[in-house]
Each structure stands twice: as structure tokens, then as C-alpha cells.
């Protein structure tokens, strides 16, 4: 049966008429629809940009296809309808048609450097390893390939970049060719910057990000997932290293106080900004409301963050909004979240896949 809905559409803004007909929209009308929401504000179905469905909490892999469908209902329960997981140890490619899962793109595995990264969670491998690494991990992805671009090396006490520049470049050569973009972790002033010159698609994290360098961020169109409930715990990761490596927890202690100013600077420069939980590991899935109000709080205004975490955000991944013929994955909220951005921490109405979540 095809479903109809009325309300102001975002992020247009006009008071509208859709029609979901399976898994389509259409503004054209469709008789005998069930009318499933009349008022409110209709939004296209939110995205977490930077999720892992494969690594539950404790930084330790799933063991099953029913603990990601888990994960994944936390998410589409909170209105998020799109994810795209960077990086996961267990492969579930089962999960992509779904009808209950949010739509999917994924990663392979990350791909990092030699006991330098969370056990069990990456391919670790050496420089002369990389190129190879991430052209399999292309193929075990849809679209997109993760690599470590730093983590902290004992040796010096300190974050430091997973491999050399030339390697950094090439790894995301590779991708390339592959046919995926390249998504970067990276902390470390150094780290990032590498990445950036190299041509990585996606900063992940971004602490370290100068001023020069968020520069030429917006001048390539390297786009930026902040993850700002996750820098909030840098203050534990500091106080756990602070006996062996103070000079590696006075680092992150400074990245995290300093983190709302690089993210207003990326924002007012015309870095794209997308929204991602960084959920799996230390952060628990269905937070997403709270990341967008941690990414309002930076300075950004609560209408470019709901672009940044629904209609822009879904576009950068590949999946329409509600234009005619788009995806049937909407959220209705009572008010206006460009007015009062805390309304998105209780849809109203969530349709995914044409399908009446709640």
C-alpha cells in the first residue's frame, strides 16, 4: 500500500504532500494512500557517516550478523536511515538489502600500521604491504577504504604518522584505482597533514588540523567528520597514559580543548562537514542527536548541521533525498529543528525504506 505524508519539507521549507510508493517518493498523488503524518517538519532520513557495526563495545570485532542488526537498530531507532561503516573486522555484505537495516556503504577493514593500532581490529601491515592492503580492502568495501593515518608510537612517546608520505600517497593511489575513496583517521597535526596533501577523500577525526591546512581542505573539496562525542573522551585516553607517556596525554588533552575552534574554522572556511558518531568501541550507537548538537555548540548553525547530518550528507554518499523519485527514508519531527535543534532527539514519525518504522 502506498503511504502518504504532509508536512514542511526541509530542506526546502515548503508545507508539501508526499506520496512513498514502495521504496520511491512522488509528489504526484497516489489514491487510496494511507496518510501516516499530517503536520510537523519532514526531513530526509539522517545519516551517521562514521559508524562501525562490526566492533561492539570494549574495542573487541562482533561475533555475529545479529549483533550488527543490533547496532544498526539503534541507529535506524534514532532516525538515522544511512550509515556508512569505516572499518569493520567482521564482514556482513548479507546486511546490505536489508529491508530493516539503514541503507549501507562500507568500508573493508582498517587498514594499519604493525602493532600500532586496537588488536584485533585492523590489517596491520608494513609500508611495502600498503598498496596491496588497500586495493583487497577495495573489494571488500563498497566505495570506500579506511587507513590509519597515525596512531601513538611507544617509541617516541607520542602520536606519530602509520607510515612514510610517499606510502600515505600511495596507499590512497590505490584506492583510487580501485574505484573507492579513501577515508582517513588521523589525530596528529603531522598525520593529517600528510593525508591531506596526499589526496585522501575524508579526514576522520581532525584534530590536528591547522589553519593552512583547512584551507587547502576546502580547495580540494576534502571533506571533514568531526566526531566530536568521541574527541570528548580524550580526557580518559589521557589519564590511562599519563604514567607511561605524559608528553602523549598533555597532546591529547590539548587536540580535545582546541577542537571546537578547528571545526568553527573548517566550517566558516567551506570545508564539507558531515555528521559521524564514530559508534563502536568506546561510543555506543543512536547518538546521533547528540553529535549534532555537539557540532551546533561549535558554532555551526543548527540548519547547516541538519544539512550536514541528513540532505547534504546523503548526496555525498550516493542516496537522493525526497525529490521525485528519491529514497522513501524520512524523519518527521513536531518543530522546526532549524529553529530548536534538540527536537531531533525525538522523531515524531521514521519511515525507512517506505516501510513505518514508528
Same mark, same amino acid.
Given at each position: 500500500?502506498?503511504?502518504?505524508?504532509?508536512?514542511?519539507?526541509?530542506?526546502?521549507?515548503?508545507?508539501?504532500? *508526499?506520496?512513498?510508493?514502495?521504496?520511491?517518493?512522488? @509528489?504526484?498523488?497516489?489514491?487510496?494512500?494511507?496518510?501516516?503524518? !499530517?503536520?510537523?517538519?519532514?526531513?530526509?532520513?539522517?545519516?551517521?557517516?562514521?559508524?562501525?557495526?562490526?566492533? %561492539?563495545?570494549?574495542?573487541?570485532?562482533? %561475533?555475529?550478523?545479529?549483533?550488527?542488526?543490533?547496532? =544498526?537498530?539503534?541507529?535506524? /531507532?534514532?532516525?538515522?536511515?544511512?550509515?556508512?561503516? =569505516?572499518?569493520?573486522?567482521?564482514? @556482513?555484505?548479507? *546486511?546490505?538489502?536489508?529491508?530493516?537495516?539503514?541503507?549501507?556503504?562500507? &568500508?573493508?577493514?582498517?587498514?594499519?600500521?604493525?602493532?600500532? @593500532?586496537?588488536?584485533?581490529?585492523?590489517?596491520?601491515?608494513? =609500508?611495502?604491504?600498503?598498496?596491496?592492503?588497500?586495493?583487497?580492502?577495495?573489494?571488500?568495501?563498497?566505495?570506500?577504504?579506511?587507513?590509519?593515518?597515525?596512531?601513538?608510537?611507544?617509541?617516541?612517546?607520542?602520536?606519530?604518522?602509520?607510515?612514510?608520505?610517499?606510502?600515505?600517497?600511495? &596507499? $590512497?593511489?590505490?584506492?583510487?584505482?580501485?574505484?573507492?575513496?579513501?577515508?582517513?583517521?588521523?589525530?596528529?597535526?603531522?598525520?593529517?597533514?600528510?593525508?591531506?596533501?596526499?589526496?585522501?577523500?575524508?579526514?576522520?577525526?581532525?584534530?590536528?588540523?591547522?589553519?593552512?591546512?583547512?584551507?587547502?581542505?576546502?580547495?580540494?573539496?576534502?571533506?571533514?567528520?568531526?566526531?566530536?562525542?568521541?574527541?570528548?573522551?580524550?580526557?580518559?585516553? &589521557? !589519564? %590511562?597514559?599519563?604514567?607511561?607517556?605524559?608528553? @602523549?596525554? !598533555?597532546?591529547?588533552?590539548?587536540?580535545?580543548?582546541?577542537?571546537?575552534?578547528?571545526?568553527?574554522?573548517?566550517?566558516?572556511?567551506?570545508?564539507?562537514?558531515?555528521?559521524?558518531?564514530?559508534?563502536?568501541?568506546?561510543?555506543?550507537?543512536?547518538?546521533?542527536?547528540?553529535?549534532?548538537?555537539?557540532?551546533?555548540?561549535?558554532?555551526?548553525?543548527?540548519?547547516?548541521?541538519?544539512?550536514?547530518?541528513?540532505?547534504?550528507?546523503?548526496?555525498?554518499?550516493?542516496?537522493?533525498?525526497?525529490?521525485?523519485?528519491?529514497?522513501?527514508?524520512?524523519?518527521?519531527?513536531? /518543530? /522546526?529543528?532549524?529553529? /530548536?535543534?534538540?527536537?531531533?532527539?525525538?522523531? %515524531?514519525?521514521? $519511515? *525507512?525504506?517506505?516501510?513505518?518504522?514508528?
Amino acid at each position: 500500500m502506498a503511504l502518504h505524508v504532509r508536512g514542511t519539507v526541509l530542506p526546502e521549507g515548503e508545507v508539501r504532500d *508526499l506520496w512513498l510508493v514502495g521504496d520511491r517518493v512522488t @509528489y504526484e498523488p497516489v489514491g487510496g494512500a494511507e496518510t501516516i503524518s !499530517d503536520g510537523g517538519y519532514i526531513v530526509p532520513g539522517l545519516v551517521d557517516a562514521h559508524c562501525h557495526l562490526g566492533i %561492539q563495545l570494549g574495542a573487541k570485532p562482533i %561475533q555475529s550478523l545479529d549483533e550488527a542488526r543490533a547496532l =544498526a537498530a539503534q541507529d535506524r /531507532d534514532s532516525g538515522v536511515l544511512a550509515l556508512r561503516d =569505516a572499518g569493520s573486522p567482521f564482514p @556482513y555484505p548479507e *546486511l546490505d538489502d536489508e529491508p530493516d537495516i539503514p541503507r549501507l556503504v562500507r &568500508a573493508g577493514r582498517h587498514v594499519a600500521p604493525v602493532k600500532r @593500532y586496537l588488536r584485533e581490529i585492523g590489517i596491520e601491515v608494513a =609500508a611495502d604491504e600498503v598498496v596491496a592492503t588497500v586495493t583487497a580492502q577495495a573489494k571488500a568495501g563498497t566505495g570506500w577504504v579506511k587507513l590509519v593515518g597515525d596512531w601513538i608510537d611507544r617509541s617516541v612517546g607520542d602520536l606519530a604518522p602509520s607510515w612514510d608520505p610517499a606510502t600515505m600517497a600511495a &596507499a $590512497v593511489e590505490a584506492a583510487h584505482a580501485a574505484g573507492a575513496r579513501a577515508a582517513v583517521h588521523t589525530f596528529s597535526e603531522e598525520g593529517v597533514e600528510q593525508m591531506v596533501r596526499a589526496g585522501v577523500d575524508s579526514v576522520e577525526h581532525g584534530t590536528g588540523l591547522s589553519l593552512e591546512l583547512i584551507d587547502e581542505m576546502a580547495r580540494r573539496g576534502t571533506a571533514l567528520v568531526p566526531t566530536m562525542i568521541n574527541i570528548r573522551t580524550f580526557g580518559g585516553i &589521557a !589519564d %590511562q597514559a599519563r604514567a607511561k607517556f605524559p608528553g @602523549y596525554a !598533555d597532546h591529547m588533552i590539548a587536540l580535545r580543548d582546541g577542537f571546537p575552534d578547528v571545526v568553527r574554522a573548517a566550517y566558516e572556511a567551506g570545508v564539507p562537514i558531515f555528521l559521524g558518531t564514530d559508534a563502536g568501541g568506546s561510543i555506543r550507537h543512536g547518538l546521533a542527536a547528540e553529535e549534532m548538537l555537539l557540532l551546533h555548540e561549535a558554532g555551526i548553525p543548527a540548519a547547516d548541521v541538519l544539512a550536514s547530518a541528513s540532505w547534504r550528507a546523503r548526496e555525498w554518499l550516493g542516496f537522493p533525498g525526497l525529490v521525485e523519485g528519491g529514497l522513501a527514508d524520512l524523519v518527521v519531527y513536531p /518543530d /522546526d529543528p532549524r529553529k /530548536d535543534l534538540t527536537v531531533v532527539r525525538a522523531p %515524531q514519525r521514521i $519511515v *525507512l525504506k517506505g516501510r513505518v518504522i514508528r
